[in-house]
């Protein structure tokens, strides 16, 4: 599929099983923030909006305007985090590289816990974005 040209009745038609929209502040600046430190892709990408890409996974961010007749739009606060409750989990994100270019990038983003190695079998981090959305890129420890 072709997520550059696609129109939003054709992308909206193909979409199946589960689905993630993110009501963000800045669509640009979260999507840089996601392509430099977790290698996604942003197609259409606006001010309003932006299809996502992680491997074959399909999300989207729609900015906070887009919302305007969402009945979702009155629950957001005005300033401070917005995902809270909400962990966004990258299997296929090696954490320790992906904290290093959250601090290397000078993204607005909060390393909430540094790598390391837990007991349900997986190396992980949380990093949480300036829009309070907690991204966790997480590893399958080996043994």
């Known amino acids: 599929m072709d997520f550059e040209e696609i129109s939003a009745s054709d992308f909206g ?3 199946r099983g589960i689905g993630l929209n993110l009501l963000v502040r800045d669509v640009i600046g979260l999507a840089r923030f996601l392509g430099d430190v977790f290698g996604m892709k942003a197609y259409q990408l606006s001010a309003d909006f932006a299809i ?3 491997g074959d996974q399909v999300f989207q961010l729609h900015s906070d305007a887009t919302y305007h007749s969402n009945p979702l739009l009155g629950l957001l606060p005005e300033a401070g985090a917005r995902g809270a409750g909400l962990e966004i989990r990258l299997y296929d994100s090696d954490p320790d590289r992906a904290v290093a270019k959250a601090r290397a990038h000078r993204h ?3 390393i909430l816990q ?3 190695d837990k007991p349900h079998g997986l190396r992980e981090a ?3 974005c300036e829009n309070g959305y907690a991204w966790v890129p997480s590893r399958r420890l080996l043994g």
């Open 52 to 54: 996502m890409t992680y």
């Open 108 to 110: 607005d983003a909060t």
């Open 126 to 128: 949380y990093i949480l």
């Open 13 to 15: 038609r193909s979409l």
């Open 114 to 116: 540094a790598p390391s």
